[in-house]
């Protein structure tokens, strides 16, 4: 193998490719980049054998070839090599960079040793804007499960309908949900639980104004536009019934403006328990009482104007559920309703007059105050 890059072409298919490496592994090929030159490209890849990230550069290719080589390390030579055209050639199974006077040779490993990317079948595929797909995770893959012990809620649960996509994500006491219009799709009915480190390398691979190509082949799903895939293996399984859990009947609200309740909760927090983050809030006519009281550390209090409709409601939440909720809300005014201080509450966007209502709605579990 041998071609000519430009460092900046070098360094940033690295930096795209890395970010999939494991950091830990008992597989030495996965911590290696796999480079293949042919036809006037460089396809770099990585993979941690759930999500694989492949991406297409352009190059001067004089000898086509490939060769695995330590990714974190090539990265990093690439970073500090000078703003000159980089020459890379192999000789057995080492990797040789020459860029002006600098040269590195890293040891490598067969490409043969590399694990195939699956073979998804694009052409069967549909396509979706980019833009709406990173949308649906930017509001939603924050509310996964990171506990091992439900692996089926350490996905987003991605759901197709003819004409419309959904994003779902809970760990059991919070929930997010999110729909847009899609445009018309081969696949017309479709679920899918995804892994969220793969829902993260499509927010960071491709740009908000592409179209891509999606398609699955058994259990994995691919992502493709203008020189970078992304495949990752699915979680099997059926995801939970999520709408029993979404109230109908919530007969109270209160209107409040995000920002102020956002930092009052964030205030709270700081005294509360680290076991718990329980805090109290009091819904009353024209206000919200915050208050929480820690025997060990003290208390805190703090009041907003909302506008509230019901009979009065005290109820506790965990504050680090409710401000990450409240966080991830794209409106400056939120709704918040309730039926009881133990039953679950939402949180909708307040859409400003004029505009196009948002399909999202939160749900944060309520925890049991203590007297």
Same mark, same amino acid.
């Given at each position: 193998?041998?071609?000519?890059?430009?460092?900046?072409?070098?360094?940033?298919?690295?930096?795209?490719?890395?970010?999939?490496?494991?950091?830990?592994?008992?597989?030495?090929?996965?911590?290696?980049?796999?480079?293949?030159?042919?036809?006037?490209?460089?396809?770099?890849?990585?993979?941690?054998?759930?999500?694989?990230?492949?991406?297409?550069?352009?190059?001067?290719?004089?000898?086509?070839?490939?060769?695995?080589?330590?990714?974190?390390?090539?990265?990093?030579?690439?970073?500090?090599?000078?703003?000159?055209?980089?020459?890379?050639?192999?000789?057995?199974?080492?990797?040789?960079?020459?860029?002006?006077?600098?040269?590195?040779?890293?040891?490598?490993?067969?490409?043969?040793?590399?694990?195939?990317?699956?073979?998804?079948?694009?052409?069967?595929?549909?396509?979706?804007?980019?833009?709406?797909?990173?949308?649906?995770?930017?509001?939603?893959?924050?509310?996964?499960?990171?506990?091992?012990?439900?692996?089926?809620?350490?996905?987003?649960?991605?759901?197709?309908?003819?004409?419309?996509?959904?994003?779902?994500?809970?760990?059991?006491?919070?929930?997010?949900?999110?729909?847009?219009?899609?445009?018309?799709?081969?696949?017309?009915?479709?679920? %899918?639980?995804? +892994?969220?480190? &793969?829902?993260?390398?499509?927010?960071?691979?491709?740009?908000? =104004? $592409?179209? /891509? #190509?999606?398609?699955?082949?058994?259990?994995?799903?691919?992502?493709?536009?203008?020189?970078?895939?992304?495949?990752?293996?699915?979680?099997?399984?059926?995801?939970?019934?999520?709408?029993?859990?979404?109230?109908?009947?919530?007969?109270?609200?209160?209107?409040?403006?995000?920002?102020?309740?956002?930092?009052?909760?964030?205030?709270?927090?700081?005294?509360?328990?680290?076991?718990?983050?329980?805090?109290?809030?009091?819904?009353?006519?024209?206000?919200?009482?915050?208050?929480?009281?820690?025997?060990?550390?003290?208390?805190?209090?703090?009041?907003?104007?909302?506008?509230?409709?019901?009979?009065?409601?005290?109820?506790?939440?965990?504050?680090?559920?409710?401000?990450?909720?409240?966080?991830?809300?794209?409106?400056?005014?939120?709704?918040?309703? %309730?039926?009881? +201080?133990?039953? &679950?509450?939402?949180?909708?966007?307040?859409?400003?007059?004029? =505009? $196009?209502? /948002? #399909?999202?709605?939160?749900?944060?579990?309520?925890?049991?105050?203590?007297?």
């Amino acid at each position: 193998m041998n071609f000519t890059i430009t460092r900046q072409n070098l360094h940033q298919g690295l930096a795209a490719v890395s970010a999939s490496i494991p950091t830990k592994t008992t597989l030495p090929v996965l911590s290696n980049i796999l480079l293949e030159a042919r036809d006037g490209v460089v396809w770099m890849s990585g993979t941690d054998l759930d999500v694989a990230v492949r991406v297409q550069v352009p190059a001067d290719v004089t000898e086509t070839g490939s060769l695995t080589a330590p990714g974190k390390k090539l990265q990093e030579i690439a970073r500090e090599l000078p703003d000159r055209p980089v020459e890379v050639v192999t000789r057995g199974d080492q990797l040789e960079l020459r860029c002006g006077r600098s040269c590195f040779k890293l040891n490598g490993l067969p490409s043969e040793e590399f694990p195939s990317l699956p073979g998804v079948d694009f052409e069967k595929g549909w396509s979706v804007t980019s833009k709406d797909l990173q949308r649906l995770i930017y509001h939603t893959a924050f509310a996964v499960s990171t506990e091992e012990s439900r692996p089926i809620l350490n996905g987003v649960l991605w759901e197709l309908r003819d004409g419309r996509m959904q994003m779902v994500a809970t760990n059991g006491h919070r929930l997010a949900r999110m729909a847009v219009p899609a445009g018309p799709t081969t696949a017309t009915s479709a679920d %899918f639980i995804v +892994p969220p480190a &793969a829902l993260q390398q499509v927010q960071r691979l491709f740009k908000t =104004e $592409e179209d /891509l #190509e999606v398609a699955r082949d058994g259990n994995h799903l691919g992502f493709r536009s203008s020189g970078t895939e992304v495949y990752t293996r699915l979680i099997e399984g059926t995801y939970p019934n999520y709408e029993q859990v979404i109230p109908k009947d919530n007969d109270r609200f209160a209107i409040v403006e995000k920002s102020a309740l956002e930092s009052a909760v964030r205030r709270m927090a700081v005294v509360a328990s680290d076991q718990t983050h329980r805090i109290r809030l009091v819904f009353s006519e024209s206000k919200v009482q915050l208050n929480v009281l820690t025997p060990d550390l003290g208390e805190g209090e703090d009041e907003l104007e909302v506008h509230y409709e019901g009979d009065e409601l005290e109820i506790g939440f965990n504050a680090n559920y409710l401000r990450e909720v409240l966080r991830y809300m794209p409106t400056d005014e939120v709704k918040l309703t %309730f039926k009881a +201080p133990e039953r &679950a509450a939402t949180i909708e966007p307040v859409t400003p007059e004029g =505009e $196009e209502a /948002l #399909e999202y709605l939160s749900l944060v579990m309520p925890l049991r105050l203590l007297d």
